[in-house]
């Protein structure tokens, strides 16, 4: 594996890359929910789950990978959500969710790509919404229900919070905030 090529982009689509993001989509979508779907099929339904999710408010791309020819092979984004009171975390909150091309999936470029979703997203914190004070992370994918992985979560700032009905293991990570007028 060579160079890796990651971008944070949150907030910052132009054109340009609204039509790669479509582009990499319309290529890579089908695969992405029937990866989803086998996840949920292999799901063992004795976890603690969350309830139903409201509708998203917004949904964005946060951080790109891009492989040698330049062209998108890896995506974190981000989906704001309403939540319920029940759940003890705040009103809002930011659920993030990771794909990478079959062809470019490798370790490390998970590991790169997802800390510099993180490290920008920390660092980036005029462009969330404010009312959101928590970052889920929704690890749907059977090989991230492992003990390596949950201690990698652990190391990254997120806890265990429970399961959902999708089949993945929801961790949570404080965000700081800042209310600007």
């Known amino acids: 594996m060579t160079d890796l090529r990651v971008e944070f982009v949150f ?7 609204k ?8 290529q890579h979508s089908k695969r992405y929910q029937e990866e989803l779907k086998s996840f949920r099929a292999a799901f063992d339904n004795n976890q603690k789950r969350m309830g139903p999710l409201k509708k998203p408010i917004s949904r964005q ?17 981000v989906v704001l959500r309403e939540m319920e009171t029940s759940l003890d975390i705040g009103s809002h909150a930011y659920f ?4 990478i091309t079959p062809a470019s999936r490798h370790p490390r470029l998970a ?9 920008g997203f920390d660092r980036d914190i005029e462009k969330r919404d404010h009312r959101a004070k928590v970052l889920l992370a929704e690890n749907i994918n059977p090989g991230l229900q492992k003990a ?6 652990a ?10 009905q999708l089949g993945g293991e929801i961790w949570v990570r404080k965000l700081k905030t800042r209310f600007s007028f």
Request: glycine residues 10%; hydrophobic residues 45%; proline residues 2%.
């Open 155 to 164: 190391r990254l700032g997120f806890q265990m919070m429970g399961g959902n």
């Open 148 to 153: 390596s992985m949950r201690r990698y979560f």
């Open 11 to 17: 907030g910052e689509v132009n054109d340009q890359l």
């Open 111 to 119: 590991n790169q790509l997802f800390k510099a979703f993180l490290n």
């Open 19 to 26: 039509r790669e993001l479509n582009a990499f989509w319309m």
């Open 61 to 77: 791309p946060a951080a790109i990978s891009r492989d040698q020819s330049g062209a998108i092979d890896g995506i974190v984004f």
């Open 96 to 99: 993030q969710r990771m794909y």
